[in-house]
Nanobody, 124 residues
Framework: VQLVESGGGLVQAGGSLNLSCTLM?????????MGWFRQPPGEAREFVAW???????EYADAVKGRFTISKDDVTKTVYLQMTNLKPEDTAVYYC??????????????????WGQGTQVTVSS
């Protein structure tokens, strides 16, 4: 299973960024719960959002109302739209796939496959 992310960058506080994650190999999105995690500088990796085969979603409290996770089954791509970004959103963002589609977990240990990460930096 290969996940390839894109879309990170530098943005001012209050701005927006869109991240993409494409499932390059390993079947279809419906076989996985797809998640986004992030790792701020000097901190542990933390859950951001997940989406499953039926487009059910869950968000971390810190991003609710600002971030939106979505997917395109045809292109096998998962998106993370980030708006009203804050300096505390600065982190390396990772896409991940949980091969147990019924787990619906926020725990990174449930996710077997990971992308390479993309840096998001929000300046104040």
């Amino acid at each position: 299973v290969q996940l390839v992310e894109s879309g990170g960058g530098l943005v001012q506080a209050g701005g927006s960024l869109n991240l993409s994650c494409t499932l390059m190999s390993g079947g279809t999105l419906s076989a996985y719960v797809m998640g986004w995690f992030r790792q701020p500088p000097g901190e542990a990796r933390e859950f951001v959002a997940w989406i499953n085969w039926s487009s059910s979603k869950e968000y971390a409290d810190a991003v609710k109302g600002r971030f939106t996770i979505s997917k395109d089954d045809v292109t096998k791509t998962v998106y993370l739209q980030m708006t009203n970004l804050k300096p505390e959103d600065t982190a390396v963002y990772y896409c991940a796939a949980d091969p147990s589609p019924w787990t619906l977990s926020t725990n990174e240990s449930e996710y077997a496959y990971w992308g390479q990460g993309t840096q998001v930096t929000v300046s104040s």
